[in-house]
């Protein structure tokens, strides 16, 4: 009796529903019923009759596995109750035997609709959590001290350059990827972070397994046990190059336009001095004796390099000639460029060519087009100099393009840009040779060879014409330098009339 009684108050205060069915599934025993039942309408019926007509099969499955087998089973199904809601059940069945045989089932059916709410709405915030952070660009990483092993993230690979798996490098393994300038401070973040000091954020660069360099922006922080002992490093990895590029050359176009107004000044002033001086030697040279006659024939000269010089700086500081600027095809510039080239440079020297069809005409001046373009051509041959055993090469491509397909930190405006690269095969610039490339008067050649006003010049003329500059470069992978100038799309070189000598004499602003 007292075991009866014990049984009894079990079933009646368990939390779950426990229930005894026939072969058929109907109900011979159930412990407690939902609220609106009647223990009448329930004994006898079917458990079907509480099952959304989609769930039968699945439940009619794991009964009658539990028939078949004798071991038992489980089952996840929505239930119907009295007011005709549905609840979402997980639901255990068990066999009842009698001498071996399996005459009836037991049903233990738990009630997991919050839970299963919970769950969804867990995974809907992890999903809109990681839906964020794919936006942001942000890749996530982990380094567990006592393991010595990393966990990255898909975002965290594609910042870094490197496939999910194997496993990516951890601890000190990680600093073979950071730049080998940026490594000793690196590896002081890491030794301290690992001590306990915060990791905090900071800035540096990265060497991807394609050679490419990035910058990247590190944030993280330091997780400690309940002794307050460092077990993990976790944080996030944001790749800012395109930012770094971006302040670069907004830092370059500042010091170029300063550089550009301190050389109107100069070159105005220095032409002043220069219409006085050339008169002066030409007279001076009619009146005086040899040897006078000849030193004064050498000073001209010099005064005459000096004009030019003058011309260089004024092209420079950007100021324009009125009248000058025509609709221009930039092929025929190009090409007539080329041949000049090919007819001065080495012969072992091979210019290459590819002009893209039916290219959009420019609104340029023709003799700074055709002199910003020659700057280039003769920089990459001059870079092409060292080279021993391998082709030198130098490489012109022409085409018409929009924004999206030049490097974003350029700054591109809406429209089309008619493009020219040069390519040369040389042996390359470091990064801060690079950056340094377009500087009047920088130049990495010998003395007397050269003012290094050629790119900086071209940098003049392009930036002028509203047009964008670009140089990449990395030693040993040769260098590029693109110009780019906004086209008039509404018009193209094959099919434009041609405004007076346009036609005839076509170019390139660059």
Not at 133 to 150: M, N
Not at 383 to 404: K, S
């Amino acid at each position: 009796m007292e075991e009866r009684e014990l049984l009894r108050s079990v079933l009646e205060s368990a939390p779950d529903f426990i229930a005894r069915v026939d072969l058929d599934g109907r109900f011979l025993f159930v412990n407690r019923l939902v609220p609106g039942a009647t223990m009448e309408d329930t004994i006898g019926r079917p458990v079907f009759d509480y099952i959304p007509r989609e769930a039968h099969e699945r439940v009619r499955s794991a009964l009658e596995q539990v028939v078949r087998t004798g071991r038992p089973a489980c089952y996840d199904a929505p239930a119907i109750n009295a007011d005709g809601t549905l609840s979402e059940y997980r639901t255990r069945v068990g066999p009842i035997r009698d001498g071996g045989r399996v005459v009836g089932l037991t049903l233990i059916a738990t009630d997991v609709t919050r839970h299963n709410a919970t769950e969804r709405a867990l995974r809907e915030s992890e999903e809109k959590l990681r839906m964020a952070v794919d936006a942001s660009g942000i890749g996530l990483w982990s380094f567990d001290v006592a393991t010595h092993r990393a966990h990255w993230d898909e975002g965290a690979c594609r910042v870094f350059g490197v496939p999910p798996e194997p496993e990516p490098p951890a601890g000190h393994d990680w600093l073979a990827v950071v730049h080998p300038a940026d490594r000793a401070v690196a590896g002081a973040r890491l030794e301290g972070a690992i001590a306990g000091s915060p990791l905090g954020d900071w800035e540096y660069r990265i060497v991807r397994p394609d050679g490419a360099t990035r910058w990247v922006t590190c944030t993280g922080c330091v997780v400690r046990d309940e002794r307050g002992v460092v077990t993990r490093l976790m944080g996030g990895v944001f790749d800012v190059t395109e930012r770094r590029q971006l302040e670069e050359q907004l830092r370059q176009a500042q010091k170029m336009e300063a550089i550009g107004q301190l050389s109107a000044g100069i070159a105005h002033n220095f032409n002043n001095m220069l219409a006085v001086i050339l008169p002066t030697i030409d007279i001076a040279a009619s009146r005086a004796p040899e040897p006078v006659a000849t030193m004064l024939e050498g000073a001209r000269e010099a005064a005459q390099r000096a004009a030019s010089i003058v011309r260089e700086l004024m092209l420079l500081s950007g100021k324009p000639r009125a009248g000058e600027r025509k609709q221009r095809a930039v092929e025929a510039v190009v090409e007539r460029t080329v041949t000049m080239c090919r007819t001065t440079f080495d012969p072992q020297i091979a210019i290459e060519v590819e002009l893209a069809p039916d290219l959009p005409l420019v609104v340029a001046d023709d003799g700074q087009l055709e002199q910003a373009l020659l700057n280039v051509l003769i920089n990459a041959r001059d870079a092409l100099e060292d080279v021993h055993g391998r082709p030198r090469r130098i490489r012109v491509a022409v085409d018409a393009v929009g924004r999206e397909a030049l490097p974003p930190y350029l700054g591109a405006a809406g429209g089309g840009y008619v493009r020219v690269r040069v390519e040369d095969s040389g042996a390359g610039m470091d990064e801060e040779t690079r950056r340094r490339a377009f500087e009047p008067f920088f130049t990495t050649k010998d003395v007397g060879r050269g003012t290094g006003l050629g790119l900086s010049t071209t940098y003049g003329i392009v930036k002028d014409h509203g047009g964008l500059v670009d140089c990449q470069s990395a030693p040993g992978r040769g260098t590029t330098i693109t110009l780019a100038l906004p086209a008039r799309c509404d018009e193209v070189a094959g099919d434009a009339a041609a405004p007076d000598e346009a036609r005839a004499t076509p170019a390139f602003d660059a």
